[in-house]
């Protein structure tokens, strides 16, 4: 998935500047309903985080007939497809992040790598759901936990409107989603674009301005002592 979303960013801002005298805009192609679950320990402390990615019925289209699964277009997969789908958007390259960044307080709280993955398909969309797990297992007090999830090249669009849960949370706990202002978000995209419109190279991919944060949702979560 990375390699596809790092071709079609250069083909993206490629037919954006290409239009004479239009200011620089940039929009996703790629649009994921995404859902979380974290996962604590038997001590009370945050371990893992799964993630639950709803792809839209368009890319999900394409990745059925890019792995050549449900040749007879009956929307119903055999076990054996399934099978196949299963893992189809793990195979990261190193330096992708996996859309998903875990903070308490300001401090970064790094995730391993995708575990325990698994894929289906329903309704004309692929659903994919993977777990990280923390590499230093954490409480959480007062001080929000936050997780976002976004792609910086904005070529993805994610929105948490799929369960949110707490699994195993010691008694207190509870989560918020939060979702940023579009009307301030599409001006600061606009801007950081136009900035960006006389130097960057869209083939070479020099200079691309990390946007998708301006449109984050994040979970919250706070733990009463």
């Not at 008694?171 to 801007?191: F, I, M, N, T, W």
Request: aromatic content about 10%.
């Amino acid at each position: 998935m990375e390699s596809l979303r790092t071709i079609s960013r250069a083909a993206l801002l490629a037919s954006t500047l290409a239009v004479a005298g239009a200011p620089v805009v940039a929009h996703p192609h790629i649009f994921i309903d995404a859902g979380v679950t974290l996962v604590f320990d038997e001590a009370g402390k945050l371990g893992a985080v799964r993630i639950v990615w709803a792809y839209d019925d368009l890319f999900s289209l394409f990745v059925l007939e890019d792995q050549g699964l449900d040749p007879d277009f009956d929307g119903i997969l055999t076990e054996t497809e399934v099978a196949r789908l299963s893992g189809f958007d793990m195979n990261w390259d190193a330096e992708f992040e996996g859309d998903s960044y875990l903070l308490l307080g300001e401090a970064a709280l790094p995730l391993s790598r995708p575990l325990e993955w698994d894929a289906t398909y329903g309704e004309g969309r692929v659903v994919s759901t993977h777990l990280r797990a923390l590499e230093t297992r954490v409480a959480i007090g007062a001080e929000p936990l936050i997780l976002q999830i976004y792609d910086p090249t904005y070529y993805t669009s994610y929105e948490i409107n799929l369960p949110v849960r707490l699994e195993n949370a010691p008694d207190g706990c509870s989560a918020q989603v939060y979702v940023p202002e579009p009307g301030a978000a599409s001006a600061q995209l606009r801007a950081a674009l136009e900035e960006f419109s006389g130097s960057f190279d869209p083939f070479l991919e020099v200079g691309f301005p990390a946007v998708g944060a301006l449109f984050s949702h994040e979970v919250r979560v706070t733990c009463a002592p």
